[in-house]
RNA sequence: GGCGACGUAGCCAAGCGGCCUAAGGCGGGGGUUUGCAAAACCUCUAUUCGGCGGUUCGAAUCCGCCCGUCGCCUCCA
């Protein structure tokens, strides 16, 4: 399998370095509801996991939540609650959004307020290193001194420090150096430290999180472009400075970020996002899936409603594939969907294609109906479908519907319709129809019978 | 200003030197089915890959220039 690696900036053979495999991937800040990019993002490395996983490869997934940071206090502050119950509420918010989408949880959800102990003592090391310093109570990180520094993302300091958007901080040796530790300020929550009460940097959380959990070296560092510089370009001074260890992560591996219409980034802080909440209102998860591996992981994503509603016809056809009744039951003629498998792995071995490998699942559905006409047994092709849609996450469940209020005056309806038929009353059962049709309710006659789903 | 990504049918989107007169999905045309519909299924739907040059026996794919869009450059998945 190959996977493109920002690192090399290339693709290149993955060979696991450690058995499970160990993949760390930068969850979201707590100070708000998920939108959709962080769905992309969560979606896309859960697919990997299970991807690997379907080719017979062990992987530990570890995501964190940064639940204490300068956004959440200030957020915290502005709607006059208490930080703590924010973030508290937001990573439940996360993992329900996440759970709508049929993600997998990590196998370990860690949270920055949970892992301070390791967070100072990895910062210790690196003070006595000498690779950061304490001043006023804050540790930064000399990023001076880290000789490779800007591997990742190809910034240099000396290229930083010709930009005036580092703000002048008397207390930093050099304007491009970063806190691992901030000190207490009246109105924030605060730790004790060897250096006095304060909290965490931003970068240093991922470094420890991931070395307690994962080890001094890892796998796969996943996230969204927008973190490799400087988030994760600072995970990699910290961790190698610390550690010794080289390289810190093998494959770094980042999703490309949703735009919204307009092709501007969907973010929080331009606050043009959709939540992931509101998406699952109005759509299934299997079609927000599909939509997000139609396009390739690295390439940007645009939203667009029409898309998702694109997707939703497009899921319906799997569906049908894979309830397709099997009139070919007890025929010899059995049809082989073996050559289809091939062709999936192949397309999700080149650095995960997805839009190609799905391709060959609709190329089966295609296949799956032909077959079914010739009146083959297409027992093992269903099989398949849902094998391999099951490895990109998706359920080919009905969409919810019945169970609701009005439920029995549908059905009274449509009992009351299916009598007029039968005398071949059509002017009173097409009026029916059209009664349902402007109650939102579409039907169809089938052999089964009359069924009907909300438009 | 620096670094990087991208521009393929009405829309979304693969392909990255010959299998491409370009995959797959949505939409649209035609057909099968149906009391009529809907749904479903089948089938057709880019001689062409932002523009102009160049390299090559051969280019959507490589190189150069131009036009357009986006991301990052210490908030961000």
């Not at 910062?123 to 006023?136: N, T």
């Not at 591996?253 to 699952?280: C, I, P, Q, W």
């Not at 299934?284 to 667009?304: E, K, V």
Request: proline share 4%.
């Amino acid at each position: 399998m190959q996977l493109y690696n920002t690192l090399t900036r290339q693709k290149e053979d993955f060979k696991q370095i450690s058995d499970p495999v160990r993949m760390y991937v930068c969850g979201p800040t707590t100070y708000d509801e998920p939108h959709l990019g962080h769905g992309l993002s969560t979606v896309i490395f859960e697919l990997l996991q299970s991807y690997m996983e379907y080719r017979g490869i062990n992987v530990k997934r570890v995501q964190n939540f940064t639940d204490v940071d300068d956004k959440i206090i200030d957020r915290a502050a502005e709607m006059g609650i208490d930080w703590f119950d924010l973030t508290q509420e937001h990573i439940n918010s996360f993992l329900e959004a996440m759970d709508g989408l049929n993600v997998q949880p990590a196998d370990v959800h860690p949270r920055v307020t949970e892992e301070i102990d390791p967070i100072i003592e990895l910062i210790g090391k690196l003070v006595d290193s000498g690779a950061a310093y304490e001043a006023g109570g804050s540790v930064y990180f000399r990023v001076r001194r880290d000789e490779d520094y800007g591997k990742l993302s190809g910034r240099t300091a000396d290229r930083m420090d010709e930009l005036a958007r580092l703000e002048p901080d008397l207390l930093k040796e050099n304007p491009e150096d970063f806190a691992l530790w901030k000190a207490w300020k009246p109105g924030e929550p605060a730790w004790e430290s060897p250096w006095g009460p304060g909290r965490p940097g931003w970068h240093i959380e991922c470094s420890a999180m991931a070395r307690r959990y994962l080890g001094d070296q890892i796998d796969i560092h996943g996230g969204g472009l927008d973190l490799v510089f400087p988030h994760h370009e600072n995970e990699v001074a910290q961790s190698e400075s610390a550690t010794g260890v080289v390289p810190f992560a093998r494959f770094w591996v980042h999703n490309g970020l949703l735009r919204m219409a307009g092709d501007e980034k969907m973010s929080k802080s331009l606050g043009n996002f959709v939540t992931v909440r509101d998406a699952l209102k109005s759509h299934t998860p299997d079609a927000i899936r599909l939509w997000i591996f139609q396009s390739h992981y690295r390439s940007p994503a645009t939203y667009d409603a029409e898309n998702l509603i694109a997707a939703e016809r497009a899921v319906r056809r799997l569906r049908q594939a894979a309830n397709a009744v099997n009139t070919g039951e007890d025929s010899g003629d059995r049809y082989d969907a073996e050559h289809i498998k091939q062709r999936f792995v192949v397309a999700m071995d080149d650095d995960l294609n997805t839009p190609r490998a799905l391709a060959t699942i609709f190329d089966l559905a295609r296949e799956i109906f032909t077959a079914q006409s010739d009146g083959s047994n297409i027992a093992d092709g269903q099989a398949m479908l849902r094998e391999l849609v099951g490895v990109l996450g998706m359920t080919l469940d009905e969409p919810r519907h019945g169970g609701e209020a009005g439920d029995g005056k549908i059905d009274e309806l449509i009992a009351e319709r299916q009598n007029a038929r039968q005398k071949r009353d059509f002017e009173t059962a097409d009026g029916i129809r059209d009664q349902l049709m402007s109650m939102g309710i579409e039907i169809s006659d089938t052999t089964q019978g009359t069924t009907w789903r909300r438009t």
